[in-house]
């Protein structure tokens, strides 16, 4: 397997624990529109979408949250991060061996550039990733559409081929594989969805510190 020239991080669930405080607020959103829902159920349908398809998907089931639902949400982080938002569990040494080993490294996720500037600025790891965050703002199909990694890879001047996706979400995989990458999906979180990511193709890891001896990175 040879060393990959870009790899690619998803944000939340990847490099921040967001995806429990995330998925909770969604799921009592949803119930408040009257359409009960339960936190691991929200977190399995939803989880690595952006919350423009997570909207639209909920219009197409009869299910209004709002037409402000997005910038309600964005306007509301502060505070739903208030208490803090903490790394996943030694994802900063696999960064740090991705710098040691001069391998290119970027950010691909369906949040906004603000919300990752929040998340990763509060943790430390923006320092990291400064000029190369992408956003599923910047193209039109958010994952599972492959859209959000190629642009990535082209602005990283880096064929897909050469590049590799570190995930956690279903959605994420599917998006990865879909753009001809290596996806390594973690499941280090007891909500992950094991079957679905092997399902989707990706490549199973439940600890950060594995992960540069899978890859490899040199």
Request: proline letters at 4%; a negative charge.
């Amino acid at each position: 397997m040879a060393a990959p020239k870009l790899v690619i991080f998803d944000c939340d669930g990847v490099l921040v624990d967001t995806e429990g405080l995330a998925n909770r607020r969604l799921s009592a959103w949803i119930t408040r529109a009257g359409h009960p829902i339960g936190y691991e159920e929200c977190r399995k349908q939803f989880s690595g979408r952006s919350l423009v398809s997570v909207q639209a998907e909920l219009k197409d089931k009869g299910i209004d949250v709002g037409d402000d639902f997005v910038e309600r949400w964005y306007r509301e982080l502060p505070t739903l991060f208030a208490g803090g938002v903490e790394t996943i569990p030694h994802v900063e040494s696999f960064i740090a061996s991705v710098k040691r080993a001069g391998i290119a490294h970027c950010v691909a996720s369906s949040a906004r550039l603000d919300k990752m500037h929040m998340t990763l600025g509060s943790t430390g790891l923006l320092v990291h990733f400064k000029g190369v965050l992408f956003s599923a703002t910047m193209v039109e199909k958010s994952k599972p559409a492959p859209d959000l990694f190629l642009h990535a890879a082209r602005e990283m001047g880096v064929l897909p081929a050469d590049c590799i996706v570190i995930e956690d979400s279903v959605a994420g995989t599917q998006a990865g594989i879909a753009a001809g990458m290596r996806v390594f999906s973690y499941h280090g979180d007891p909500h992950s969805d094991r079957e679905g990511l092997t399902a989707a193709g990706g490549i199973l890891f439940d600890d950060m510190r594995k992960l540069a001896g899978m890859i490899p990175i040199a």
